[in-house]
């Protein structure tokens, strides 16, 4: 009911700079919380920037000083800047949203999960 589609990713040198982007669609009542995960090779997924419909953010400690989150809420939409990138950040990067919709019938919850867009910083 809901689709996280992300865009930006790509092969990058390290120091230089991508930007990733997700856009939400589907029935949205209201998004909560969004965020960027990531998982690289042999390793869990884990958070690296989360930033709520207030526009509060949370960041990893590997990422504080490097990466920004920012969202705009009539767009359903979230972006990662991510700038002096290291070959650690190396990942596939995911789009998540929590909220709730209204399906036409009945008002449902979502956190759902956009497919994942490659991030490689080559050193």
């Known amino acids: 009911q809901v689709q996280l589609v992300e865009s930006g990713g790509g092969l990058v040198q390290a120091g230089g700079s991508l930007r990733l982007s997700c856009a939400a669609s589907?029935?949205?009542?209201?998004?909560?919380?969004m965020g960027w995960y990531r998982q690289g090779p042999g390793k869990q997924r884990e958070l690296v920037a989360a930033?709520?419909?207030?526009?509060?953010?949370n960041y990893a400690d590997s990422v504080k000083g490097r990466f920004t989150i920012s969202r705009d809420n009539a767009k359903n939409t979230v972006s990662l800047q991510m700038n002096s990138l290291k070959p650690e950040d190396t990942a596939v990067y995911y789009c998540?949203?929590?909220?709730?919709?209204?399906?036409?019938?009945?008002?449902?919850?979502?956190?759902?999960w956009g497919q994942g867009t490659q991030v490689t910083v080559s050193s």
């Open positions: 998540n949203a929590d909220g709730q919709g209204y399906s036409g019938s009945y008002y449902y919850n979502f956190d759902d």
């Open positions: 930033i709520t419909s207030g526009g509060r953010t």
């Open positions: 589907g029935s949205i009542l209201r998004i909560n919380a």
